[in-house]
Nanobody, 126 residues
Framework: QVQLAESGGGLVQPGESLRLSCTAS????????MGWYRQPPGKRLELVAE?????????NYADSVKDRFTISRENGKNTAYLQMNVMRPEDTAVYFC??????????????????WGRGTQVTVSS
């Protein structure tokens, strides 16, 4: 199995910055995509940003965070970061790390799996 551990959530004021980290560990064969989703209070889960691995690396952002948030990744450590700048009250949510890839068991069956972290609370308030 693959586990995701998130860190870096907390309380910030509008306009301030916060950095989230997510590290994948366990029985990893390969992690292809890492990213962040969030669930604001009373709302549905939504994609924030995701990044793929390899030479053809691609990055995708939600429109609401473009030009404010930056996702990056350390492949050697299977670690992803989400740098959040100029934060707004509407960024308040539980942020979940997501990874898509293969454990050694997944490879045997040829099935790519989705993995999720437990979530970290981010609150933007004055």
């Amino acid at each position: 199995q693959v586990q995701l551990a998130e860190s870096g959530g907390g309380l910030v004021q509008p306009g301030e910055s916060l950095r989230l980290s997510c590290t994948a560990s366990g029985d990893i064969f390969s992690i292809n995509t890492m990213g962040w989703y969030r669930q604001p209070p009373g709302k549905r889960l939504e994609l924030v940003a995701e990044i793929t691995s390899g030479r053809g690396r691609s990055i995708n952002y939600a429109d609401s965070v473009k030009d404010r948030f930056t996702i990056s990744r350390e492949n050697g450590k299977n670690t992803a970061y989400l740098q959040m700048n100029v934060m707004r009250p509407e960024d308040t949510a539980v942020y979940f790390c997501h990874a898509k890839g293969y454990s050694s068991e997944d490879v045997k069956h040829g099935v790519e799996s989705d993995y999720w972290g437990r979530g970290t609370q981010v609150t933007v308030s004055s």
